[in-house]
């Protein structure tokens, strides 16, 4: 039984279709990423295994237990937890208090202040600047707390959004050595790419989203190597 | 000079019951992104609640909280579930939704309608109760009894939600649903949940200005109307969603609204409320304490 399991799913916005008979899955432990360019659908996959949005046909199974009706909040209890594209930062916050909302539900309050520990071990930078107003970080700094708040959920699958979206380069290494760490301390990874050479890097199989359909899968390595890849994607 | 001391010290006191009447409405729109047309009738239900309490009990008014703050609540709470939550289901996509704020509307009505029929248009009053035109003589100066405990109840209230908003759980999470809702949706916080309790805060704070006013003013059925455009203004004057800055818009009406009549007809100073107003749209409709930055 996979741990994440999306089949055959179509998502609509009106009458709009940007997701036809979309199926994937995730292993527990595994680092899976979805490539594709602007306008793919990925932003879309993920909003509709959170729930902000509901698939018109197919099914989504979590841990085997069908979530493809449920709330947002419920598929957060179960341990879903995203970063959305563009971090969507509480602006007005403190550090230290997205961080705390963060760990708003039932399963991750009662551990709240352990899993601050391991957010700021994970992020030192987070901790020296805990009651700084968000809006006032830089964007590396904002994508560092939108993960650091995803990790105060106590996320059993992590879906990242972009993370590595209108950052520096140097920055853009910072972001994907966090992911890299958060992977190796157990946490499953779903990541949501254009950023197709560092994403296929660290994961272990990928997925190709082009005009709301997966065109190719399979292991990360060899679809570093594939020619389409390459020319769509890492521009060779 | 006495007299225009005098005076201000009332205004201050009287506007910061106005901060008090208007704390509510800023709350529910700092969060729900609605103005509440209902408020005023919100107020209406507090004075009365409050009025019975004490008339049937004989209590002090200030007594009255421990009934009207939670039967409040629980009016706000439910008027939120029932009437609004369907309309805003409805409407999920759209940021401020202009069908919520016409529910509102028919709420008013119906709220003052309603007690027109159960409690006819007669005016009440407690006219024995301990505050009623009782006076402090400081100097040569007369300050109000009522309104005194009334400014500082404001301040208490004001301070109150103020606290519960930014040092609790659940007010982190209401502020986290007032900055972004989706977001904060991805944090397992219940959009829907938060919407109801803040409207029962917001009521619960309406109701505890309702019973800072019964001890000195008349409660009928349309009492509401008499304050409601006046706590638009003053949460425009303050930034709609701020705390602090509706107590402070109500001191700045409740002082012009006093000192005012000193130097002009009444009139005159109602038209400078109404002036004060529109500058603050087209100049400043962030209010004085508005945030800059989009929510
Ligand atoms: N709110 C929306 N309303 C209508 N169409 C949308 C909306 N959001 C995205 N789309 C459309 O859906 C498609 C997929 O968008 P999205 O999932 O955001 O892609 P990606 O994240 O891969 O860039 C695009 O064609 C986009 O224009
Ligand atoms: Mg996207």
């Known amino acids: 039984m996979p741990f994440l399991e999306v089949k055959e799913i179509d998502v609509y916005y009106g009458d709009m279709q940007v997701i036809f008979g979309l199926s994937l899955n995730v292993e527990e432990g595994e680092v899976v990423s979805i490539i594709g360019g602007n306008g793919a659908g990925k932003s879309t996959l993920l909003r509709t295994i959170s729930g902000l949005m509901s698939s018109k046909r197919g099914e989504i199974l979590f841990e085997g237990a069908p979530i493809s009706r449920s709330e947002p909040a419920d598929i957060v209890e179960r341990g879903i937890i995203q970063v959305p594209e563009g971090r969507r930062l509480f602006t007005l916050m403190s550090i230290k208090d997205n961080l705390a909302v963060g760990a708003y539900s039932r399963r991750a309050e009662a551990d709240a202040e352990k899993t601050l520990k391991e957010v700021y071990a994970l992020m030192p930078r987070l901790q020296e600047r805990e009651n700084q107003v968000a809006i006032t970080l830089s964007g590396g700094e904002q994508q560092m707390v939108a993960i650091g708040r995803g990790i105060m959920a106590k996320p059993k699958l992590l879906m990242l959004d972009e993370p590595s979206l209108g950052l520096a380069p140097i920055l853009i290494k910072d972001i994907f050595e966090t992911v890299r760490k958060i992977a190796d301390q157990g946490t499953t990874v779903l990541l949501v790419e254009q950023d197709v050479m560092h994403s296929l890097r660290l994961s272990d199989r990928g997925y190709v989203l082009e005009h709301g359909r997966i065109v190719m899968e399979g292991p990360a390595k060899q679809l570093l190597e594939d020619p389409h890849v390459k020319t769509a994607y890492l521009g060779l | 000079m006495i007299t225009i001391l005098e005076d201000t010290i009332n205004g201050i006191l009287m506007g910061s019951i106005y901060g008090l009447m208007a704390l509510g409405l800023t709350v529910i729109f700092g969060v729900l992104k609605v103005i509440n047309f209902a408020h005023g009738s919100l107020l209406m239900v507090g004075m009365y609640v409050a009025y019975w309490a004490v008339q049937l009990t004989g209590l002090h008014p200030y007594l009255a909280l421990i009934l009207v703050v939670p039967v409040m609540y629980l009016f706000g709470y439910y008027l939120q579930d029932i009437v609004i939550k369907p309309i805003y289901k409805a409407e999920k996509q759209v940021r401020e939704p202009i069908t919520v704020i016409i529910v509102t509307t028919g709420v008013w009505y119906i709220l ?184």
């Open chain 2, 112 to 295: 003052d309608n309603l007690s027109l029929l159960v409690f006819t248009p007669q005016y009440r009053s407690l006219p024995d109760n301990p505050l009623r035109g009782k006076m402090i003589e400081i100097g040569s100066m007369l300050i109000s009894v009522p309104k005194l405990w009334g400014a500082v109840t404001a301040v208490l209230t004001a301070a109150a939600i103020y606290w519960f908003l930014q040092k609790t759980r659940m007010g982190r999470a209401i502020r986290a649903t007032s900055l972004d809702r989706e977001a904060a949706s991805l944090m397992g916080i219940r959009q829907y949940s938060i919407y109801n309790i803040t409207f029962g805060i917001g009521t619960a704070a309406a109701g505890v200005a309702g019973v800072t006013i019964v001890p000195f003013f008349n409660v009928f059925p349309t009492v509401g109307v008499l304050f409601d455009i006046k706590c638009f203004i003053i949460v425009v004057l303050g930034g709609l969603g701020s705390i602090g800055g509706a107590i402070l818009g109500g001191i700045i009406i409740g002082i012009i609204e006093s000192v005012g009549p000193q130097f002009m007809a009444a009139t005159w100073t109602e038209a400078i409320v109404y002036g004060l107003f529109l500058i603050f749209l087209f100049v400043r409709p962030s209010g004085l304490f508005g945030v800059k930055y989009d929510w």
